[in-house]
């Protein structure tokens, strides 16, 4: 992979699971930068937010730091991991308790900068 034309940005703490994340993340591979942020702007869903905050970190270090095009950028991967899980009680009936997981997950955005050389090609001609 050549060093220049990508961008990382990561999330550690996200407080909601690895699944529903996934689901957000789904929809913004492979699409450009500029759709991927429309999708996650209008989505329905509560951690959209934070995804787009990471999304828009990687943009912000593609143009900063590598010096890429935000014309040419597209989300290469995103992916998701388990992070820690905060455990609670509940009071149940009886004197009892049950557990309750409240898990957080790691998010990473990696864009990359692609130049299609055909079409580039067939606007110049």
């Known amino acids: 992979m050549n060093n220049n034309l990508f961008s990382i940005a990561r999330d550690n703490t996200i407080r909601v699971s690895s699944l529903k994340l996934n689901n957000i993340t789904k929809l913004i591979v492979n699409q450009k ?3 991927a942020i ?4 209008f989505s329905q ?6 995804v787009l905050k990471v999304l828009n970190a990687a943009i912000a270090n593609a143009e900063n730091n590598q010096q890429l095009d935000i014309d040419y950028l597209y989300v290469k991967e995103a992916f998701v991991g388990k992070s820690l899980t905060m455990k609670r009680f509940r009071p149940r009936a009886k004197g009892r308790a049950t ?5 957080f997950s790691k998010l ?3 864009l990359e900068e692609r130049r ?3 079409k580039n090609n067939d606007i110049q001609e």
């Not at 429309?38 to 702007?41: G, T, W, Y």
């Not at 869903?45 to 934070?50: A, L, M, Q």
């Open 108 to 110: 990473t955005i990696i």
């Open 38 to 41: 429309n999708q996650l702007k």
């Open 99 to 103: 557990k309750i997981k409240k898990p």
């Open 116 to 118: 299609d050389s055909k």
């Open 45 to 50: 869903k509560r951690i959209s937010t934070t």
């Open 33 to 35: 930068v500029s759709k």
